[in-house]
């Protein structure tokens, strides 16, 4: 299946960063992709998003 053109253009998996998470999300630019993956690590996993952090986030990050 073509999944159809939406503004959601970034994607990450959490599992990319924490092994086993099912956690996944899109956002239309990277900024606001970080947000919810932080806002995500630090419910679920209960992780600050350090600089180191976020670097390896946005090394995972993948633009559609
Ligand atoms: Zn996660």
Redesign the pocket.
């Given at each position: 299946m073509t999944a159809p053109q939406t503004r959601d253009a970034k994607h990450i998996a959490?599992?990319e960063?924490?092994p086993d998470?099912?956690?996944t999300a899109s956002a239309a630019t990277e900024e606001e992709l970080l947000k919810k993956?932080v806002a995500?690590?630090a419910r679920?996993?209960g992780i600050t998003v350090t600089p180191e952090v976020a670097a390896k986030v946005k090394a995972a990050i993948k633009s559609t």
């Open positions: 959490c599992a960063i924490v998470c099912s956690f993956v995500h690590a679920d996993h």
